[in-house]
C-alpha cells in the first residue's frame, strides 16, 4: 500500500466504475462524469459556505472563540489568517493564540469529559469507543508539525498573475506550526480491531454540516489511505503543553503531517474503517486541481504542500535609507526540510542567501534573517524563495487553477524606503 493519496486515487477511480467503491454526500451522476474524464464538477467559491443562522451575526468572525486583535489577526469571514509581523521573535511554534483559524461552520462547544470517538466500518472486527482518558492512557507521541491550509497564499494568483480564483483570499498567514502531542492512529486502530482487508480510513469532524450555494454537504470528512493512516498520523489533544483550544479542534483533532490541513480534521468525533474506497466532497469537487493544465476530471486530491517563504513583516512597511535593518522570515515545504533560502531586496534582480535559524527538518519550517541596507528612498519590493531537500525551488509563477490551490510561487513583497 502506499501513503500517497495521489497514486491510491488512481486505483479507487477504476473501483468506482466497478461498483466497489462509496461516495457520501456526492451525487453518483456528478461523480461519475468526475471518474470518467467528461467534464470536472463545478468549483465551489468560498463565499457561498457559511454556518446555519450565522448569517445575520454581527461578529466580523463568526464562530470562532479566541480574541481576534487588529494587529494580530486578518478577519476572512468564518476564517482568521495571522499577520505574519505578529509572529516576528515569538520563537519557532506558533503561540496558540496567534495560530490561523480555518473554520468551515463555526467552533463547536465541546465537553471533553463527554467526548467519544467512535470507531465503526466493516475495516473493524467491531465498533470501538475510546474517551479522552482513554487516548491519554495508550503511548504518547510528540511531533512538531505546521497545519497549513491548501488555499494559504490564493490572493497571489489574482494580485500577481492576474488570475480569477474562487475561495478565500488568504495571503501567506493560513499556517503556525505547533509542538502537538497525542497518540498514533495506529494504535487506536490497532486496538479498534483492524481488519487486514481494509483500505480506508475517514474521521470526520463534530462541527456544524457545511452548506454551501443551497448543498448540505454534511460533516467535514476526507478518507485517508489505510498506508498513510497507520504512518504518521496523530490523535492529537494537546497543543504546545497545554490541552487543545476550542478553535483548534479540543478534544481531539487528526494531525496529518505536510498534508493540506483539509485532512487534519479538528473535532474528530468518529472515524470510519472501510474495506471499500471512500469518497466525500473534500477529496473529490473540493481539494482537487481543475483548470486547463489539469485533466478534465481535476488532478488526484491534493496532499503534500508546496514550497513557501514569508518574511514578517506588514504589506507596506516603511524603512529608513541609510540604516541597517534585520529581515526576518520562515519558509517551508510539504516535500521536504528546506535546505536553503535566498532573499532578493531590489524586486529580484539579485539574489543572496541568507542564514538559517532552525535545523531544517520535514513537517515544519526553518526561520531565517539577513541584514539590508537599502539606499534609495521609494517603493520597493523584498523577495524570499526556498529549495527543499528533493530539490524543489519556489518558481516565479504558480500554474493556475480555479479554486487557487497551493500557490507557492515567489510572493513579492511591497515596502517603502522612506529618506
Known amino acids: 500500500m502506499t501513503t500517497d493519496e495521489r497514486a491510491y486515487d488512481r486505483v479507487r477511480r477504476g473501483q468506482w ?9 456526492i451525487d453518483r451522476r456528478d ?20 454556518a446555519a443562522g450565522a448569517a445575520d451575526d454581527p461578529d466580523p468572525a463568526p464562530g470562532i472563540v479566541k480574541p481576534l486583535p487588529a494587529d494580530q489577526f486578518t478577519v476572512r469571514g468564518t476564517n482568521a489568517e495571522t499577520r505574519w509581523s505578529a509572529l516576528r521573535g515569538t520563537g519557532y511554534h506558533t503561540p496558540a493564540e496567534l495560530f490561523f ?16 470517538l467512535t470507531l465503526w466500518g ?35 494568483y489574482t494580485t500577481q498573475q492576474g488570475e480569477t480564483v474562487s475561495g478565500t483570499a488568504w495571503t501567506l498567514g493560513a499556517i503556525g506550526v505547533a509542538r502537538w502531542r497525542g497518540v498514533r492512529l495506529s494504535e487506536v486502530l490497532r486496538r479498534a480491531g483492524l481488519r487486514r482487508d481494509a483500505v480506508d480510513v475517514m474521521p470526520r469532524g463534530l462541527d456544524a454540516d457545511f452548506v454551501s450555494g443551497g448543498v448540505n454537504l454534511g460533516g467535514i470528512r476526507r478518507p485517508l489511505p489505510l498506508a498513510k493512516a497507520l504512518d504518521d498520523v496523530l490523535l492529537a489533544y494537546e497543543m504546545n503543553g497545554e490541552p487543545l483550544p476550542p478553535d483548534h479542534g479540543h478534544p481531539v483533532r487528526v494531525l496529518v503531517p505536510s498534508w493540506a490541513g483539509i485532512a487534519s480534521i479538528k473535532w474528530v468525533g468518529d472515524i470510519e474503517v472501510s474495506r471499500q474506497p471512500l469518497y466525500s466532497p473534500w477529496n473529490t469537487d473540493l481539494y482537487r486541481l481543475f483548470g486547463p493544465d489539469f485533466p478534465p476530471e481535476g488532478s488526484e486530491p491534493l ?35 528546506v535546505r536553503r533560502v535566498e532573499i532578493s531586496t531590489d524586486g529580484g534582480a539579485g539574489w543572496r542567501r541568507v542564514r538559517l535559524l532552525d535545523a531544517p527538518r520535514e513537517g515544519g519550517w526553518v526561520r531565517w534573517s539577513a541584514e539590508w541596507t537599502p539606499t534609495e528612498p521609494g517603493p520597493a519590493e523584498l523577495l524570499a524563495r526556498a529549495t527543499d531537500s528533493a530539490g524543489t525551488t519556489q518558481p516565479e509563477r504558480s500554474v493556475f487553477n480555479e479554486q487557487g490551490y497551493l500557490f507557492g510561487a515567489v510572493v513579492r513583497h511591497p515596502v517603502t524606503v522612506t529618506a
Do not use: M, Y
Open 122 to 156: 466493516d475495516g473493524l472486527r467491531g465498533d470501538a469507543e475510546f474517551g479522552l482518558d482513554d487516548l491519554r492512557a495508550l503511548p504518547a507521541t510528540e511531533r512538531s508539525a505546521f497545519v497549513e491550509c491548501a488555499g494559504n497564499g490564493r490572493s497571489h
Open 303 to 337: 496532499t503534500r504542500q508546496t514550497v513557501k517563504s514569508a518574511f514578517e513583516l506588514d504589506a507596506g512597511a516603511s524603512f529608513a535609507a541609510h540604516r541597517t535593518h534585520r529581515l526576518t522570515g520562515r519558509s517551508w515545504s510539504g516535500g521536504g526540510s
Open 101 to 116: 483559524v480555518r473554520n468551515h461552520t463555526a467552533t463547536p462547544a465541546i465537553d471533553a469529559d463527554d467526548w467519544r
Open 17 to 25: 466504475r466497478s461498483g466497489i467503491a462509496r461516495a457520501e454526500g
Open 31 to 50: 461523480l461519475l462524469r468526475l471518474l470518467a474524464a467528461a467534464g470536472a464538477l463545478t468549483a465551489v467559491g468560498g463565499g457561498a459556505a457559511h
